[in-house]
């Protein structure tokens, strides 16, 4: 399964399920990345961390490990 982390820049996915074993997950989900959401890959910074993703009309930028707790399709 390919998790947003994983996404090229101008790749959209759907948000498929999130890892909610992590911790972190609730974090996520307050930010709206919500199953059934599409998602695209803004372009990222220098060191690819943290990442960026617009949503809902809004850009959201996350530490990169926060983005692998999604998973698109």
Do not use: C
């Not at 709206?32 to 959201?60: C, K, M, N, W, Y």
Request: net charge negative; hydrophobic share 45%.
């Amino acid at each position: 399964m390919k998790t947003a982390a994983e996404l090229k820049y101008g790749e959209r996915g759907v948000i498929s399920n999130l890892d909610y074993s992590n911790p972190l997950s609730l974090r996520v989900l307050e930010y709206g990345f919500t199953p059934g959401q599409e998602i695209e890959a803004l372009p990222v910074s220098i060191f690819h961390d943290p990442v960026a993703f617009a949503l809902r009309g809004a850009v959201i930028a996350m530490r990169k490990e926060e983005a692998g707790l999604i998973e698109v399709i």
